[in-house]
């Protein structure tokens, strides 16, 4: 088997997604349009043309601008379910859905609009494809702790269809300590603590993450690499990084995908995963990025199995439904390697 048809067909877990990322160009022209919003692109081709970004923060003007199209539940419906016809095509068996409330109550959208929406989207992708999900409310970090408290408050009536917690946006100058207190809140309200830490931050941010906020997952995670002494320590605890390609690519978080420290990461005994962070944005779903990376990197069908493995393994899922999971992927592995 080819190792195109292998990636698609491989069973796969998606751990960092932002829902917001996931709406593509015509999506974004249809939900405008039906909500009466005049957006500043004549067309798809104009607006895709807008997409080419030279750091983080010249993405997320863009997409912070995109998910200004969504008002309704509906519209948040629609969007969260276009991701999951997407994820059957990919064969993404479960997926730990990220969202920005704040993107969304800042602009006088109602928290109920947002978290329903997405939430009722999740429940027909479980009925409809048999695909699992949970979600991860992300705070955003360029705003105050005040500001995310705010957020958690709103959340609290919707705890049993939040797992977790994130934080996300602009990384430089908002250092995981400024959500120290907001994290401590959050895990007492029973949310698992994530955070976006070395994607341009340094290995402080990382360190941070870890011992202020005490995530369980670090989202990218590429700086890692500078120091060992925190690569032992991220062993030590045994924390997944949710690795995201064409993020990194088009970021310019990595000069070009030959230099991504993936392979590092898997050589040094790191459990990394692979992941579409914004799919819409970056050029490519999960499988794209698959594709990618193995042949930048030259990975193996071993490796690029142990990676699907490690999706499941470092969800939030229950052990029972990460070995059903696993056990079907090692089936698929035993036949297709
Ligand atoms: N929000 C959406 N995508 C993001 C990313 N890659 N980093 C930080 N915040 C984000
Ligand atoms: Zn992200």
Redesign the pocket.
């Known amino acids: 088997m080819l190792i195109q048809e292998f990636i698609q067909r491989l069973p796969k877990a998606e751990l960092h997604l932002?829902i917001?990322?996931s709406l593509e160009p015509e999506l974004l022209f249809i939900i405008a349009k039906r909500n009466n919003i005049d957006i500043p692109y004549k067309s798809i081709e104009e607006l895709k043309k807008a997409y080419n970004f030279s750091c983080?923060q010249d993405?997320?003007n863009i997409?912070y601008q995109g998910a200004s199209v969504l008002q309704t539940e509906q519209d948040f419906y629609d969007l969260t379910y276009a991701y999951f016809v997407k994820c059957k095509e990919e064969n993404i068996r479960h997926t730990e859905i990220?969202f920005?409330p704040q993107t969304h109550t800042n602009r006088g959208i109602n928290f109920s609009f947002v978290i329903n929406g997405i939430y009722r989207a999740c429940e027909d992708a479980k009925e409809r494809f048999d695909i699992t999900s949970f979600l991860i409310m992300?705070y955003l970090r360029h705003l105050s702790e005040a500001d995310a408290f705010i957020t958690l408050k709103q959340s609290l009536p919707y705890k049993n269809k939040i797992k977790a917690v994130g934080l996300?946006?602009?990384?430089q100058g908002n250092p995981p300590s400024k959500f120290k207190k907001v994290f401590e809140a959050s895990i007492k309200e029973g949310y698992i603590p994530v955070a976006?830490a070395g994607?341009e931050g340094n290995a402080d941010y990382i360190w941070e993450a870890l011992d202020i906020l005490k995530i369980k997952r670090i989202?990218?995670g590429n700086n890692c690499l500078q120091d060992l002494q925190l690569i032992n320590k991220i062993k030590e605890l045994d924390l997944s990084l949710t690795i995201?390609p064409l993020?990194n690519k088009e970021?310019k978080v990595v000069p070009n995908l030959n230099n991504h420290p993936l392979k590092k990461m898997l050589e040094k005994g790191l459990k990394p995963t692979i992941n579409s962070?914004?799919p819409a944005y970056f050029g490519g779903q999960i499988n794209q990025n698959f594709i990618e990376i193995q042949e930048a990197l030259d990975l193996t069908k071993k490796e690029l199995f142990e990676l699907s493995r490690n999706s499941f393994e470092y969800s939030f899922l229950d052990k029972a439904m990460k070995a059903k999971y696993i056990v079907e992927l090692e089936e698929f592995y035993r036949i297709n390697k």
């Not at 996300?168 to 990384?171: F, G």
Request: proline letters at 0%.
């Open positions: 932002h917001e990322g983080l993405f997320l997409y990220m920005d992300s996300d946006s602009s990384e976006h994607e989202d990218h995201c993020s970021l962070d914004d």
